[in-house]
């Protein structure tokens, strides 16, 4: 008889079933099979997770000196490189991308999220001004910086303890405490997180995981709980309108990252490998589900064919298979659910007429995979602006491309969206290149490259790509309130 785990819920330093015995599945997008079953947190266990959090914030936490709290959290992110092999499987497990992007993305950014924050709450000043009044003697102002108090924390699944520990780092460095509801689809990462804050000596309450899905569960039970501070998402568009309908009920800060459209835009005077590669990147990295990733390219006229038959191969060249091939160029996608999401819209681009480069449906599997989500990686032409295939994220490994005739029509195309993430811009002219990048309405604008994260600097989306921006000092805008102090001498 086969045993099957359970990932339980991590409340107050410990791990727990749900009371009402609620759980479900988490099966791998690979080959269908049951990983584990996760226990759902209802309104109780959520409810204990904020009560956790709360008594954390009154107790040591709370009074602990930065420094020492920095000391932790570089403690965290040595743990977590000490158990990198743990968090990969987990992930990998979870996911389904092959283990080569996981061991140089997902774990390694799981890790630095916790050293970064600690290095910016170590180092950030605070400001501080001199005032003059009519009796001469003057008076001083400076600002403190408190934490914001007990922060939920929404994730997605594509890329999963990269985006959590994202919200999870700062809001620690800041001296919060946080309850996280990752995907229902990716719950593993998280949970043995909760293994790391014990074995480190993170005090009890400070990280909370509470598992389960969004309207009726975990996911909005938390968001509209009256005793957290804020909430910080990463997801859908859609969702975020959700969540802030919740926030409002006590007027909760929101700090929001949101789904996008992004653009490709790439000249003829560009270096033509480089731009095929970084562009090939872009669209089809982690089975094109990053929320930076390109679904539009616009290509400029003199090197479109050439252009498209070279992403062409690309595309083709990248074969699908188990995560720790070191063949395998591309996984499948999160879930079957999601799977009949990109197809739809397969269908749709070929209904609507679209010229299919390549792909366009599912790929041949060997027999001990066939029950994954795989997904072909494809490129369409051919399609007006107004298809839902131009306007609407799929989410998939697939991009549709245009041809361009000048700068203006480049732009003006690239910002045709209510979204407002991501831009990358491929040119060997730099002047053009700081000509237009500020005329595109994104948070982060690419030049030659694709992915680059320094996260010292501000992160976030413009127009229904998100609220806020994370990153570097700017993280501590949302994970903190600034308090003024006014001394009249
Ligand atoms: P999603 O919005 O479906 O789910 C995200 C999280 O929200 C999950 O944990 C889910 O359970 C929870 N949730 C769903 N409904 C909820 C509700 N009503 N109340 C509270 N919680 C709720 O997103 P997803 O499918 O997991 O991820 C893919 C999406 O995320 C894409 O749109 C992508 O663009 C976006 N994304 C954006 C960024 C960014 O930085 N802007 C990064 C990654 C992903
Ligand atoms: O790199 C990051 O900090 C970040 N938030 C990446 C988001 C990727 C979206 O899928």
């Known amino acids: 008889m086969t045993m099957t785990t359970q990932t339980l819920n991590f409340i107050n330093g410990d791990f727990l079933p749900a009371r009402s015995g609620k759980i479900f599945e988490n099966r791998s997008p690979v080959d269908g099979r049951l990983l584990a079953m996760v226990a759902e947190a209802g309104e109780p266990e959520v409810d204990a997770a904020v009560r956790a959090a709360r008594a954390a914030l009154a107790g040591p936490w709370g009074r602990m000196a930065i420094a020492e709290r920095v000391d932790l959290l ?10 990198f092999e ?23 950014r799981g890790a630095a999220n916790f050293k970064i924050f600690a290095d910016v709450v170590k180092n950030v000043p605070t400001e501080f001004f001199e005032m003059s009044t009519p009796d001469g003697k003057g008076a001083i102002n400076y600002a403190v910086r408190v934490p914001k108090g007990v922060v939920a924390v929404v994730c997605p699944w594509n890329l999963p303890l990269l985006l959590m520990t994202w919200k999870v780092g700062p809001a620690l460095a800041c001296g919060n405490a946080v309850v996280v509801k990752p995907s229902e689809e990716t719950p593993s990462t998280a949970t043995l997180l909760g293994e790391v804050m014990n074995a480190v000596g993170v005090p009890k309450g400070v990280y909370n995981v509470v598992h389960g899905f969004g309207p009726g569960s975990a996911g909005e039970f938390l ?5 957290i501070d804020a909430v910080t998402f990463t997801g859908e568009t859609r969702t975020g309108m959700a969540i802030m309908k919740a926030a409002a009920e006590g007027v909760k800060a929101v700090s929001f990252e949101l789904g996008g459209k992004n653009a490709g835009i790439v000249f003829a005077d560009c270096d033509f490998d480089a731009a095929v590669d970084g562009i090939g990147r872009a669209v089809f990295a982690n089975c094109g589900q990053v929320c930076l990733g390109t679904e539009r390219v616009y290509v400029e006229r003199p090197i479109f064919d050439k252009f498209v038959a070279a992403l062409k191969l690309k595309a083709e060249a990248m074969k699908p298979g188990r995560p720790e ?78 041809a361009f005739d000048s700068e203006d029509e480049a732009v003006g195309l690239a910002n045709d969206t209510p979204y407002g993430l991501a831009t990358t811009i491929w040119t060997g002219n730099l002047s053009r290149a700081h000509r237009i990048a500020p005329k595109i309405e994104v948070g982060i604008c690419w030049v030659n490259s694709w992915f680059l994260r320094d996260l010292r600097t501000p992160f976030g989306g413009s127009k229904q790509s998100g609220i806020g921006r994370e990153g570097g000092v700017h993280s501590l805008e949302f994970y903190t309130e600034l308090r003024n102090v006014c001394i009249k001498l």
Request: net charge negative; proline share 8%; hydrophobic share 35%.
């Open 86 to 108: 743990d968090f990969l499987s987990a992930e990998v497990a979870d996911t389904g991308k092959p283990a080569s992007l996981a061991r140089h993305l997902d774990i390694p």
């Open 325 to 402: 091939d070191p063949a395998t160029g591309i996984g499948p996608l999160i879930s079957r659910e999601h799977q009949n999401k990109v197809l739809s819209y397969y269908r749709k681009a070929a209904e609507e007429g679209a010229t299919v480069v390549t792909g366009g449906g599912v790929p041949n599997m060997e027999a001990g995979v066939a029950g994954g989500s795989w997904i072909q990686p494809t490129l369409w032409t051919g399609l007006p602006e107004t298809s839902v295939i131009v306007r609407e994220e799929i989410f998939g490994p697939c991009a549709h491309l245009r």
């Open 74 to 83: 570089y403690a965290v992110a040595n743990e977590i490189n000490r158990r």
């Open 223 to 227: 968001t509209r709980h009256p005793g």
